[in-house]
T-cell receptor
Framework: DAGITQSPRHKVTETGTPVTLRCHQT?????MYWYRQDPGHGLRLIHYSYGVKDTDKGEVSDGYSVSRSKTEDFLLTLESATSSQTSVYFC?????????????FGSGTRLTVV | DAKTTQPPSMDCAEGRAANLPCNHS???????VYWYRQIHSQGPQYIIH???NNETNEMASLIITEDRKSSTLILPHATLRDTAVYYCIVRVAGNNNDMRFGAGTRLTVKP
């Protein structure tokens, strides 16, 4: 999607290893989000950021940490990956202005933990 | 944020209008109705949003009932590329900490 990229697009990792997913935006939006999507659960918010070094937890934050040292980058880290973290991860951005406040999503990262 | 209820699936013939309903009977006065769709394996895509007036853009129309307890997303001339899961979400504009996605409606457009 224009203005937002996720990397890597696909990753296979072993249980117990650390994994970092990157979300990069060129829109200078204030808000950034990490969601995971699993069959039967829809999209669930993991963490979000409302500015550089300002982050907060979502509904499924256990086992995940995030960092935002620059406006354009939002990193999601699995400190010790587990099979339950096999999922598709989506990043989203939002400028937070006005009534629109709609989100723009990235193309997703498919993570498999074996 | 208020909850929404959508039918799990719907079919539509190609070229016909697709009317996707959403019930949000507990919506508050300052909550907007947002619609997104997700085409297989892609990230969700914003379609339209509204507060109480009907809205139209190049993708769709949004009809909100006068009591605001339900709404309908209309795709006027559905194509095969409109096959997707459609999500109806209500939230306070300016509440930027979350956009909660339910199960949505899986729309299948058939030739």
């Amino acid at each position: 999607d224009a203005g937002i990229t996720q990397s890597p697009r696909h990753k296979v990792t072993e249980t117990g290893t650390p994994v970092t997913l990157r979300c990069h935006q060129t829109e200078n939006h204030r808000y950034m989000y990490w969601y995971r999507q699993d069959p039967g659960h829809g999209l669930r918010l993991i963490h979000y950021s409302y500015g550089v070094k300002d982050t907060d937890k979502g509904e499924v934050s256990d086992g995940y940490s995030v960092s935002r040292s620059k406006t354009e980058d939002f990193l999601l880290t699995l400190e010790s990956a587990t099979s339950s973290q096999t999922s598709v991860y989506f990043c989203a951005i939002n400028d937070g202005e006005g009534t629109y406040s709609g989100y723009t999503f990235g193309s997703g990262t498919r993570l498999t933990v074996v | 944020d208020a909850k929404t209820t959508q039918p799990p699936s719907m079919d539509c013939a190609e070229g016909r209008a697709a009317n996707l309903p959403c019930n949000h009977s507990t919506i508050s006065g300052n909550e907007y109705v947002y619609w997104y769709r997700q085409i297989h394996s892609q990230g969700p895509q914003y379609i339209i949003h509204g507060l109480k007036n009907n809205e139209t853009n190049e993708m769709a129309s949004l009809i909100i009932t006068e009591d605001r307890k339900s709404s309908t997303l209309i795709l006027p001339h559905a194509t095969l590329r409109d096959t997707a899961v459609y999500y109806c979400i209500v939230r306070v504009a300016g509440n930027n900490n979350d956009m909660r996605f339910g199960a949505g409606t899986r729309l299948t457009v058939k030739p």
